[in-house]
């Protein structure tokens, strides 16, 4: 046989249920079982929204991603789409504010992290959990390590800026300092 077998997560999209359970992990310090759980919870409430076909096949949507965050996150964590009509922020603009935001956190106290939408040589979502100046790392699902800046755009992918960021569709996360 000259061809290799799929490897998990070829086939499915499943990388924006792991992204919100891992972003838990990272921001609500969740455990194994909380975040077995929570993957459960996930999968439950798309079975009943008719958006679990879809969701293995294609991905989440940010539409969809924004409902599981209201409907079973709830206030346990802040979110928030700094970006969100703005469709021409450049990656400098855009890559200064997630610093600032990740940094905040380490003056504050606070957990945070940034889900990340991708494009371009992945389609995929992931979590940010630390950056500087020159690359980000991330704490991913299909074992992307870091994305250097270098080789990151938010207006079109090309063969020297493979990864393609979407601002519209990038959340900033903390925890609610209120529910624990």
């Known amino acids: 046989m000259k061809f290799k077998p799929y490897e998990q997560g070829a086939l499915d999209s499943l990388c924006g249920i792991y992204s919100i359970v891992n972003a838990m992990r990272v921001v609500r310090g969740l455990g194994n079982e909380d975040s077995q759980e929570l993957f459960t919870q ?3 409430y798309l079975e009943e929204n008719k958006n679990l076909a879809v969701t293995l096949a294609q991905g989440i949507s940010i539409t969809v991603m924004g409902s599981i965050f209201k409907d079973i996150i709830g206030e346990k964590i802040d979110r928030a789409i700094p970006f969100q009509k703005q469709t021409d922020v450049g990656i400098s603009e855009f890559w200064t504010e997630m610093a600032s935001f ?3 956190k380490r003056a504050k106290g606070e957990k945070r992290a940034i889900l990340l939408s991708l494009g371009g040589l992945h389609d995929h979502w992931t979590i940010v959990r630390k950056i500087t100046s020159k690359r980000i790392w991330l704490f991913d699902s299909i074992g992307l390590r870091n994305l250097d800046r270098s080789k990151c755009t938010t207006r079109k992918a ?10 519209t569709q990038t959340y900033f996360l903390k925890q609610n300092q209120y529910v624990l």
């Open 42 to 44: 996930i999968i439950c």
């Open 102 to 104: 990740l940094y905040e």
């Open 158 to 167: 090309s063969s020297s800026r493979r990864h393609l960021i979407y601002p």
